[in-house]
């Protein structure tokens, strides 16, 4: 039998560091998000390391389809995931991760093979660092995530204009911004998540919430990544 838990709020103890239920969840979550990124990754280099493949849809109109299809996926699953299955939820989701890949090949023909390595070792450490801080604070981190939602939703816009109009100060704006925003949403995201876990934990819906938490903290990872390799990255 698991430890009892304490609810009355954030500030109060509880007992998840012997909660087993807990940590298969939330090793659920990251195993999902490990595994879109792999599919990403994968999908990335295999594009990129085809010329004509590459040239095909960056060379040509078809590089709109790449930019905008992941956004399209994140509006599906909006719309949809309530419908899903758990098994289809994955499978979305790993289809996502391979449409990213698409969109991410470019990266690996704009930027050079150290430059994107040392954008994605720093992402990690910056990722795990904010994501074990969101597992172990006892603060309620409620109100950052409504201001960082806020500020998501901004260098969203800003990003989608800056796609046409091409400012340089815009894009390291832009960049800069997103490094705080979605390190904090991560933080915010892993203690969200937890939070589910206890409010569903046991309902059939718990399973497809990992796929959900995974897809958040996929994210999360994913822009920072970029942004970094955005404002330190050296070009080809």
Not at 104 to 111: H, Q
Request: no cysteine; proline share 3%.
């Amino acid at each position: 039998m698991n430890n009892p838990v304490r609810t009355p709020g954030f500030g109060a103890s509880r007992s998840v560091d012997t909660d087993a239920g807990l940590r298969a969840h939330m090793l659920g979550v990251f195993r999902n998000m490990g595994l879109g990124l792999v599919i990403t990754g994968l999908v990335a280099f295999a594009i990129a390391s085809t010329p004509p493949l590459a040239a095909a849809i960056f060379g040509t109109p078809l590089k709109w389809v790449a930019i905008f299809a992941p956004l399209a996926f994140i509006f599906f699953f909006s719309f949809r995931i309530d419908k899903m299955t758990t098994a289809g939820a994955r499978m979305a989701f790993w289809a996502f991760s391979a449409v990213m890949g698409v969109s991410m090949a470019s990266i690996f023909l704009v930027f050079t093979g150290g430059s994107i390595a040392q954008a994605f070792f720093s992402a990690a450490v910056m990722f795990l660092a904010m994501a074990l801080w969101g597992y172990t604070t006892q603060r309620d981190l409620t109100k950052m995530g409504s201001f960082l939602i806020m500020g998501l939703i901004g260098i969203l816009v800003a990003s989608l204009i800056n796609i046409f109009i091409g400012s340089s100060m815009m894009a390291m704006v832009v960049s800069i911004l997103a490094v705080v925003i979605f390190t904090g949403l991560t933080a915010w995201d892993v203690q969200r998540i937890k939070s589910d876990y206890f409010a569903f934990a046991g309902h059939e819906v718990a399973e497809k919430m990992q796929v959900m938490g995974a897809l958040s903290l996929y994210l999360n990872f994913v822009n920072l990544f970029q942004a970094l390799l955005n404002l330190t990255g050296e070009r080809e």
